[in-house]
């Protein structure tokens, strides 16, 4: 499968219209239009595929003349007042296609089903017999990574291949049409807490610091996910204007309805509050589903499990069971702040190959808090 070459789609207006056999299809610039040959014909049938983009019948429009992106190949099916020709050697219209033959009518039976897709239950899509099917769990996620996990196992402050693990996993969801927000720590840089009261440093000054080592983790991760595509935008709580954007609400949800991947930096933008409480505000700020702490255990254990061998891991938790036992999840502000706003947990460890997308997709991975394994509570 080719892609069209950037400077073809940028010369394109917003909403292209593309004429193929009986089907227009309608492209906009934030999706990615695809060039392929029949596998089915050796004719070097040009058609556009792309399942989200929108299609029309030949009927609904007045012009029956074909257009394609690039260049047009010598034999290349055309399309008159509902007919469709082939080019011989020499540019002459040479024979009628007939119709049950063109697998170009296959294709518009595809694409005539999508737009049925917006009028559809929120977490039901459609296969290509039509028949409806569960989505996945959740279709916008925050993705909390603490600065330990960037760490790995190396003796630098940040491990690449962590790094680009977290990528790859995130990659392969936002391609399912997942919508992905990330909150970074700093821990493996700088730790506010741990400072109080040495060299000087007052607890406030210490998390500033703190907040400024993860926008350094943020565009670590930024540059390792926009290196195998994945468009991605820092936005920090409190301007750095020449590295990042400035947190705004608005803003972030409309990067994530693009398809964009939006990293969370620089905390809550105040001392005294933990990156934790930062990833519980965020999602409840821009209507997120759940929170994905992702760290480098299996989950959450009924005691401490390199203590204790026999510790049981636990599948689900309330969030009273986490306060009342004083279970080491995230701090009392983030879990009251998610039980406030009805934000379901999952911790889940993040060295084990495929959880992230098994998290994201909601498949059953480490502890679940606040929820059930089958459905989660609607958000309030």
């Given at each position: 499968m080719e892609l069209c070459t950037p400077r073809t789609i940028s010369n394109l207006p917003h909403h292209a219209l593309f004429t193929t056999g009986h089907t227009k299809l309608r492209w906009n610039k934030s999706l990615s239009l695809k060039r392929t040959s029949s596998p089915r014909t050796n004719r070097g049938l040009l058609?556009?595929?792309?399942?989200?983009?929108?299609?029309?019948?030949?009927?609904?429009?007045?012009?029956?003349?074909?257009?394609?992106?690039?260049?047009?190949?010598?034999?290349?099916?055309?399309?008159?007042?509902?007919?469709?020709?082939?080019?011989?050697?020499?540019?002459?219209?040479?024979?009628?296609?007939?119709?049950?033959?063109?697998?170009?009518?296959?294709?518009?039976?595809?694409?005539?089903?999508?737009?049925?897709?917006?009028?559809?239950?929120p977490f039901l899509t459609m296969n290509e017999s039509g028949m409806s099917k569960p989505s996945y769990k959740w279709r916008r996620v925050l993705l909390k990574v603490s600065g330990e996990a960037l760490a790995g196992d190396q003796t630098q402050n940040i491990d690449p291949k962590v790094t680009m693990a977290i990528a790859r996993d995130v990659a392969f969801v936002t391609r399912l049409g997942i919508e992905v927000a990330v909150v970074v720590g700093g821990g493996n840089i700088f730790r506010g807490s741990s400072w109080t009261g040495s060299s000087g440093l007052d607890r406030s000054s210490a998390d500033y610091i703190g907040m400024l080592a993860t926008v350094m983790n943020a565009i670590f991760l930024q540059a390792t996910m926009e290196s195998i595509g994945i468009p991605t935008r820092v936005q920090t709580a409190f301007r750095m204007s020449e590295?990042?954007?400035?947190?705004?609400?608005?803003?972030?949800?409309?990067?994530?309805?693009?398809?964009?991947?939006?990293?969370?930096?620089?905390?809550?933008?105040?001392?005294?509050?933990?990156?934790?409480?930062?990833?519980?505000?965020?999602?409840?700020?821009?209507?997120?589903?759940?929170?994905?702490?992702?760290?480098?255990?299996?989950?959450?254990?009924?005691?401490?499990?390199?203590?204790?061998?026999?510790?049981?891991?636990?599948?689900?938790?309330?969030?009273?069971?986490?306060?009342?036992?004083?279970?080491?999840?995230?701090?009392?502000?983030?879990?009251?702040?998610?039980?406030?706003?009805?934000?379901?947990?999952?911790?889940?460890?993040?060295?084990?190959?495929?959880?992230?997308?098994?998290a994201i997709m909601g498949e059953k991975v480490g502890t679940l808090i606040g929820g059930t394994r089958n459905t989660v509570a609607a958000r309030t």
């Open positions: 058609y556009y595929t792309n399942l989200a983009l929108r299609s029309t019948t030949s009927e609904e429009t007045s012009s029956g003349a074909s257009k394609y992106v690039g260049e047009e190949p010598d034999n290349v099916i055309t399309v008159e007042n509902g007919q469709s020709f082939e080019k011989n050697s020499y540019g002459e219209m040479q024979k009628e296609v007939p119709k049950e033959d063109s697998p170009v009518d296959e294709q518009s039976q595809i694409f005539d089903r999508q737009p049925q897709l917006s009028s559809m239950p590295v990042a954007e400035p947190y705004i609400r608005r803003r972030a949800v409309r990067h994530l309805e693009k398809g964009r991947v939006v990293i969370f930096a620089a905390g809550t933008g105040n001392p005294f509050f933990t990156t934790d409480t930062a990833a519980a505000l965020r999602c409840a700020e821009i209507n997120a589903e759940v929170v994905l702490k992702a760290t480098n255990v299996d989950g959450v254990y009924d005691d401490d499990p390199r203590r204790n061998p026999n510790a049981s891991l636990l599948d689900t938790l309330t969030y009273q069971d986490v306060t009342s036992r004083d279970l080491s999840v995230m701090d009392m502000t983030a879990i009251t702040l998610c039980q406030e706003n009805n934000i379901p947990v999952v911790v889940f460890n993040l060295f084990k190959p495929g959880n992230i997308s098994k």
